[in-house]
């Protein structure tokens, strides 16, 4: 039951919240500044409205919830973007990414902010994506693949099967400040542009012009904070790698090997497999697999006949 709370909680925070904030600022700032569209308001009793106003933000909460996959992937740079537009942008993340490396190799004191903003890129430059966002998420999701050769993303739900409860509390949370972030970013983003229109049709009413100012730097914003609440969600991912890639070789009938090169050749094998399904990726395979154990090695004794156990008595 705990569990559930917790995981309605998570919800809650991440999507409803946002979403009652943004519905609440149009309501209180700029739907009483407004005939627009907002004549339905006006007969209602204080009841209707409250629940009006529960209904509309479950709505939106749930619709971004719904959709937070492809919200994401516009902000990661993939969906939607122009080939061209995609291109200028892995040009400039990898120009940035080169000039931070750089000061990180002068040292000094800025070498540690240096480390922690060249963290939020993936260690391959061929992994680098159009936009910041993207390489803060890419930077955690190739981690298990650049250091034991273990694709996260492929295996995530048997990685998450032998994980701590710790573990998979702590990803939930680090992963609902993000989504907080993100659905800020694209409910202020739409008040800024809806109350431009409003205030257009309104002959420039300054005051809700003061909204649309306000919503598109609370934008900027969510922007900038939900790149660096990244780096939270990412040390919990690295954490899942590091401490359940044991665990999962067990569960999965596979004998840990004792060298790291070893290591890489069997992750890599059970990535393949796992993703093709090609047959010499299994028979390579068969090698780190486990002997079935015997009743001797697991310490069964044999069944005592019942005339043995009847002579024991006597």
Request: hydrophobic share 45%; charged share 25%; glycine share 4%.
């Amino acid at each position: 039951m705990s569990e559930i709370v917790k995981n309605l909680w998570g919800k809650l925070y991440a999507w409803a919240l946002p979403s009652a904030l943004t519905l609440g600022v149009y309501w209180l700032f700029v739907e009483p500044k407004t005939k627009i569209v907002t004549a339905w308001l006006v007969n209602p009793s204080d009841a209707e409205k409250a629940a009006i106003f529960v209904a509309l933000s479950a709505a939106i909460a749930f619709s971004l919830n719904t959709f937070s996959s492809p919200l994401y992937r516009i902000l990661e740079g993939y969906l939607f973007w122009p080939r061209w537009l995609q291109n200028q942008g892995m040009k400039r993340q990898r120009q940035r990414k080169k000039r931070l490396e750089e000061s990180v190799a002068r040292g000094g004191w800025r070498q540690g902010l240096d480390l922690e903003k060249l963290g939020r890129y993936p260690k391959l430059n061929d992994q680098i994506v159009p936009t910041r966002f993207g390489n803060a998420i890419r930077s955690f999701e190739t981690y298990g693949k650049t250091r034991f050769n273990l694709d996260a993303l492929t295996l995530w739900y048997e990685l998450c099967a032998v994980a701590p409860k710790y573990i998979q509390t702590e990803i939930n949370n680090a992963r609902a400040s993000v989504d907080f972030f993100v659905a800020l970013i694209y409910l202020s983003g739409t008040l800024s542009i809806v109350t431009f229109v409003i205030a257009a049709c309104e002959d420039f009413e300054h005051s809700i012009l003061i909204v649309c100012i306000l919503a598109f730097v609370v934008t900027l914003l969510c922007h900038w904070l939900a790149v660096r609440a990244t780096s939270e969600w990412g040390y919990t991912v690295q954490a899942l790698v590091n401490c359940s890639r044991v665990k999962l070789a067990d569960s999965l009938g596979l004998r840990f090997p004792k060298t790291l090169k070893e290591e890489k050749v069997m992750w890599g094998l059970v990535t393949s497999y796992a993703f093709f399904c090609k047959a010499r990726d299994g028979a390579a395979l068969d090698r780190f697999r486990k002997k079935p154990e015997t009743a001797r090695s697991m310490n069964i004794r044999k069944p005592v006949s019942t005339r043995r156990r009847r002579t024991a008595r006597r």
